[in-house]
């Protein structure tokens, strides 16, 4: 089973607040991505990163920032929300040395910009 | 472009019926497939998977799906269905080589007694 986990779960912030969503998992993976989803909506790819100092956009364009300075984190930023952000914030991560490369999940970002 | 479709948006079913999820890919020479739920408010669970070796995957909880590789589709289904299996499920392609996971839209399963 995996063990992926996100904070905070639910956020509700101002437009114009800088915001981080944490992203851990202890499974070792060097792969981890961020998908953004809205309600009743496909999943979209907003970054990925191969490992360590690794990171790259996603298909679907995205005015956040992603860094991954340790293996097991993948924190994501925002230096100034708006209302357009609100959308749910899911974090994955998969090993590369299985195959078919399965992504686990964690529970997800409800974030709500007001 | 790799896609994956989902054509039915919501499938309303009763309580002990069953039910078929379809699910069609982009053809390629290689694919891995992927069925994912999500309950209200949380995460994607991983419910089962197609890497190689028989069609047909089955999961924990009696959800089954047939590889079928002429007609490039991943149908999921189940004999009986339960009110808790009331989710939003989703079909994902990883494409051999492009090491990322392309999802289909989703199908809210609506099951009522």
């Known amino acids: 089973e995996a063990d992926i986990y996100q904070t905070p779960r639910y956020l509700v912030i101002g437009t114009g607040k800088k915001i981080t969503l944490e992203c851990s998992q202890t499974m070792g993976h060097d792969k981890m991505y961020w998908y953004q989803q809205d309600p009743g909506m496909e999943l979209h790819l907003i970054h990925y990163s191969y490992g360590v100092n690794s990171t790259e956009k996603g298909d679907l364009s995205s005015e956040s920032t992603v860094s991954r300075i340790r293996t097991e984190h993948f924190p994501l930023t925002l230096e100034s929300a708006r209302p357009s952000h609100t959308s749910q914030y899911l974090c994955?991560?998969?090993?590369?040395?299985?195959?078919?490369?399965?992504?686990?999940f964690g529970p997800g970002t409800r974030l709500l910009v007001l | 472009a790799q896609s994956v479709t989902q054509l039915d948006s919501q499938v309303p079913v009763f309580e002990e019926a069953p039910v078929e999820l379809r699910c069609n890919y982009s053809?390629?020479?290689?694919?891995?497939l992927f069925w994912y739920v999500q309950y209200p408010n949380q995460g994607l669970q991983l419910l089962l998977k197609?890497?190689?070796?028989?069609?047909l995957v089955e999961s924990i909880n009696g959800f089954e799906a047939e590889f079928n590789k002429s007609q490039t589709s991943f149908h999921l289904r189940k004999p009986s269905v339960h009110i808790s299996d009331t989710a939003e499920y989703f079909c994902?392609?990883?494409?051999?080589?492009?090491?990322?996971?392309?999802f289909g839209t989703g199908t809210r399963l609506l099951v009522s007694p």
């Open positions: 994955a991560s998969s090993d590369p040395r299985g195959a078919g490369e399965t992504q686990y």
């Open positions: 994902a392609v990883s494409y051999t080589g492009f090491q990322k996971l392309v």
């Open positions: 197609y890497l190689s070796g028989s069609t």
């Open positions: 053809s390629s020479v290689s694919v891995y």
